[in-house]
């Protein structure tokens, strides 16, 4: 009996609707086998962008750190699993879809944090990725004690990433950077906007029959995050690599100011060209 108990369990898990979270968005509405619709269709945006991000900053990532790219990589996953958790509302999709917000903005800690912010005890970048991965796997596994905290808690890593890019912003004169961070927080604070306003305002919207917030949400996160890490990276590489003289283009034209910024090395660098 043990053994049919726990199998149970186990499938209840994936089941559809075992999560305690459900958006505003009308449930089977469109699909009898998809739960949100258009959440889980937005998701794939992610699957456009991240390729997109991947390409554009790929001379930057040779030169820096070809680690960089798992950002990206990440990213593919948290669209896959976002769409699975939208169309399943499974406990399983939901956990799948936080945890992996969870390790992007860990790689994100571990490669962009800025060396001169490392705590006393931590001499190099190696050690504060040690560190980082410590606290993300003990994040991992309290997440599973109170599932709901999840969201709240991610978006409070987000708010920390947001001051450390004020405080790297203070001291720069770059008129582009400058605007790619107005950009980066003003998307950041309509597509944190809309996932409030979803989770918490929902009688509002359906009174307008208009329940899709939180689909919203994801296109302009993504887009949030396209601009905020290649404002960072951009950072880090005057930082890091400052002979290769890295600028700000936009793709794919650089006079609209507006599109998908990508970082150019202007200097000489140092990697050897491979084919």
């Not at 456009?48 to 390409?55: E, S």
């Not at 990213?75 to 390790?103: P, R």
């Not at 890490?229 to 005057?238: C, E, G, P, R, W």
Request: glycine letters at 4%; proline letters at 3%; one cysteine or more.
């Amino acid at each position: 009996m043990g053994g049919v108990c726990s199998s149970e369990r186990i499938a209840g898990v994936f089941s559809y609707e075992s999560s305690e979270i459900d958006w505003c968005e009308d449930n089977y509405k469109h699909s009898e086998h998809v739960a949100e619709y258009f959440n889980t269709m937005s998701s794939f945006i992610f699957f456009i962008i991240a390729p997109i991000m991947l390409y554009l900053l790929h001379p930057y990532a040779r030169e820096r750190s070809l680690s960089i790219h798992l950002v990206w990589i990440m990213m593919i996953f948290v669209g896959l699993f976002s769409a699975y958790f939208h169309m399943t509302l499974s406990f399983v999709g939901q956990m799948l879809d936080e945890l992996s917000i969870l390790w992007v903005l860990a790689l994100g800690y571990a490669v962009w944090f800025p060396r001169k912010m490392f705590p006393s005890f931590i001499k190099d970048r190696s050690s504060f990725s040690r560190l980082v991965l410590v606290i993300t796997i003990i994040s991992t596994v309290s997440s599973f004690v109170k599932p709901t905290a999840n969201a709240y808690a991610l978006n409070c890593f987000g708010l920390h990433l947001l001051y450390t890019l004020v405080v790297e912003m203070r001291c720069c004169m770059d008129q582009k950077a400058l605007r790619l961070a107005k950009m980066s927080v003003a998307l950041w604070i309509l597509a944190i906007t809309c996932w409030i306003s979803d989770r918490f305002g929902c009688s509002f919207w359906q009174k307008l029959n208009f329940c899709y917030l939180h689909g919203v949400w994801h296109i302009l996160i993504v887009m949030a995050v396209a601009y905020g890490s290649t404002l960072v990276a951009y950072l880090d590489a005057n930082n890091e690599i400052p002979y290769s003289l890295p600028g700000l283009h936009y793709w794919p034209c650089d006079k609209w100011a507006f599109g998908f910024p990508h970082i150019v090395l202007k200097g000489t660098v140092k990697t050897q060209k491979q084919c």
